[in-house]
């Protein structure tokens, strides 16, 4: 039977079923090569926190979201066009995504009475008429896989474990997708298993097959190539950029790398890639503790190593006391945080941007710390040699916010040139006969660094506030008040050092739309749809927090109203009120979820429809949106 051959600007496709069926694997497997294909690609990893939920419950659902296209693609897609669901669980919970006349690939089998009954169906949606709103395709896939295997000497316990990728097979038939990249992946995972790999090759040409058979698939999609600028590209999540760039930021400052951690989601990842770096020098420890990975840090930051720790919220609660003996002692330190939502163990497979008050401020005594945000999971790259190079050239510990969301999805990156990348240079101690640890240099107010070995320059070590120049311990007040502020100025002084706030749009006007972190893709998105349609507005992304850029007051004085987007209650809106003494607006969400660039394209058009409301009432609370 003749297909129609349709072309397709961009698609977004879901994958989802129990959290032991494989949708992660495949789901990534399916990006890696929509980036192999040459398109833009967005990924949004789902997955509950237990570690094997009880099979065919609703919170055991585990689901993975693919957004990609020729050009454009800031986000994982605000509606699913194509989900494919093993059970009637994964149907239930991910089907308030999917746009209506979306294509639903159910696999039949998932449908039993148990599974209804887990996932509280009253009755069958495969025939009781709620899914008329969507195109349909059922599919037996035990009993096709079966068919396809007849020919085939593979045990039928490990034809069952192929559905995941039978499925694969099927949305790559699709959308057109080459097998070979697959099918590389496939041979080296399972290199020496000749029947693992037999049976999973199988099954992904089975599922092409089928699809191309079917003629309930009348469709095929054609997704163009991007017109990427020229160069060599690699899908790349959030946490395997932060590992990169630390393997690069020590390459180029010509230290070692030292990574002392504690696994926790989602951060735990960046230790497993560092673990991979090992010919490069990189020396990693899997600490006992939160405690215990800072402290370790710290030491090799006193050593000569170029130092990361990396967690997320809950370790990061426990490592603030050792935030500020690295404040105190000056030593160059990166904290990695992957933000998840909270408070405590709160939802720690989710997202969210809540830690930013506790980077700021979460210490005991004056503790100013440098604070940035990564925007996006190739941006993370950037940002650690960023961060990297601002630990060193200051002296100070830095603490680079990622999240839950930028951290494990995954993106096109573009494999940068070394030798174009900024320099990265320490500055150590040279001459024994001046030598003093708090002799400041006076235009970074960093002060030198001097390792053990080094002779005629030894120097007391530890949180006891130090005298100004000798660095003995003091108690002086009057010495305490001159370490505070000069640390505080440090942090200050990087201001002069980092690049001013951009403005996309109107320089000036009505509405700066000003996002931070993984706020970026979102934000972004709905700012190109809106302007598109003919709407004025600016945007701006915060990627420096502390210190913010030197120029972000006068961006605040241009525009009449400006408005923060943030997976949060309004942590940076409090912070920018606070100290430029201007009202601003807040979007907030704390769902777990990242925000879709729709929810933000509503909300932005509500205070573009209001455009001739100039001034806030001073004197009662304001009905419109100061939270939207």
């Known amino acids: 039977m003749d297909k129609i051959i349709e072309h397709l600007e961009e698609v977004t496709v879901r994958f989802a079923g129990d959290s032991g069926d494989g949708m992660q694997l495949i789901g990534t497997q399916f990006s890696d090569t929509a980036g192999f294909a040459g398109n833009e690609v967005n990924t949004f990893p789902d997955y509950p926190s237990e570690i094997r939920a009880p099979e065919g419950t609703l919170y055991g659902v585990s689901a993975f979201q693919v957004h990609f296209g020729t050009k454009n693609i800031h986000t994982s897609g605000d509606f699913v066009d194509v989900l494919v669901a093993m059970n009637a669980a994964s149907l239930k919970v991910n089907l308030p995504h999917v746009r209506e006349q979306g294509l639903l690939i159910l696999n039949t089998e998932g449908f039993d009475d148990r599974n209804l009954k887990l996932a509280g169906y009253a009755g069958n949606p495969l025939t009781d008429n709620t899914l008329s709103k969507y195109t349909v395709v059922p599919v037996e896939m035990n009993k096709e896989l079966k068919k396809a295997f007849i020919e085939v000497d593979v045990p039928s316990k490990l034809v069952q474990k192929t559905r995941n990728i039978f499925a694969l097979g099927i949305t ?58 020229p160069g060599k590209y690699r899908s790349i999540t959030g946490n395997q950029a932060v590992a990169l760039g630390l393997v690069v930021a020590a390459t180029k400052a010509k230290l070692p790398l030292f990574l002392g951690s504690y696994p926790i989601t989602p951060a735990t ?24 990975g800072i402290a370790s840090a710290i030491g090799a930051a006193f050593g000569g190593s170029l130092a990361v720790t990396t967690t997320s919220g809950p370790g990061l609660s426990l490592k603030s006391e050792a935030i500020g003996l690295a404040i105190m002692t000056e030593l160059p330190l990166i904290i990695v945080d992957v933000q998840r939502a909270g408070p405590s163990t709160g939802l720690p497979t989710k997202t969210e941007q809540s830690d930013l008050m506790q980077a700021m401020y979460g210490r005991h005594g004056e503790a100013p710390m440098p604070v940035l945000a990564a925007a996006s999971a190739a941006d993370c790259f950037e940002m650690t040699l960023e961060a990297a190079r601002i630990a060193l050239k200051y002296m100070t ?78 108690h002086d007040p009057m010495n305490h008040q001159k370490m505070v502020e000069l640390r505080q100025k440090k942090v200050d002084g990087i201001a002069n050092d980092i690049p001013e706030l951009e403005i996309i ?114 004197n009662k609370k304001v009905d419109l949106p100061v939270d939207l």
């Open 172 to 229: 790559y038939w699709l959308f057109n997708r080459p097998l070979e990249a697959t099918v590389s992946w496939i041979n080296k995972k399972f290199k020496g298993k000749e029947d693992v790999i037999l049976a999973n090759v199988h099954a992904l040409q089975g599922g092409w097959n089928f699809a191309d058979k079917n003629p309930d698939f009348r469709k095929q999609f054609i997704i163009d190539k991007s017109q990427l600028p």
């Open 269 to 292: 990842d960046i230790l497993h890639a560092i673990s991979g770096y090992k010919k490069y020098g990189v020396k990693h420890l899997q600490a006992e503790d939160e405690i215990a």
């Open 397 to 474: 510990p830095v603490m680079l916010l990622s999240d839950g969301y930028i951290g494990q999805a995954s993106e096109p990156w573009r494999i940068p040139e070394l030798d174009k990348l900024p320099e990265i240079a320490p500055r150590f101690a040279e001459d024994a006969a001046t030598f003093k640890p708090y002799l400041r240099n006076p235009d970074t107010l960093s002060r030198l660094w001097a390792i053990p070995g080094m002779q005629g320059m030894e120097h007391r070590i530890g949180g006891l506030e130090k005298e100004d120049g000798s660095g003995v311990v003091s």
């Open 505 to 618: 749009g109107e320089q000036q006007g009505d509405l700066l739309l000003l996002s931070w972190g993984s706020t970026f893709g979102a934000a972004k998105t709905a700012f190109e749809h809106l302007t598109a349609q003919g709407h004025t507005l600016s945007f701006a992304h915060l990627r420096y927090l502390n210190p913010f850029p030197k120029n972000l007051g006068d961006v605040l004085n241009h525009f009449d109203r400006v408005v923060i987007p943030e997976l949060n209650l309004g942590q940076l809106k409090n912070l920018i009120q606070a100290r430029y003494m201007k009202r601003i607006m807040g979007i907030n969400k704390v769902q777990g979820k990242p925000f879709k660039s729709i929810e933000l394209e509503e909300k932005l058009r509500v205070l573009i429809n209001m455009r001739d409301i100039k001034k806030w009432p001073a």
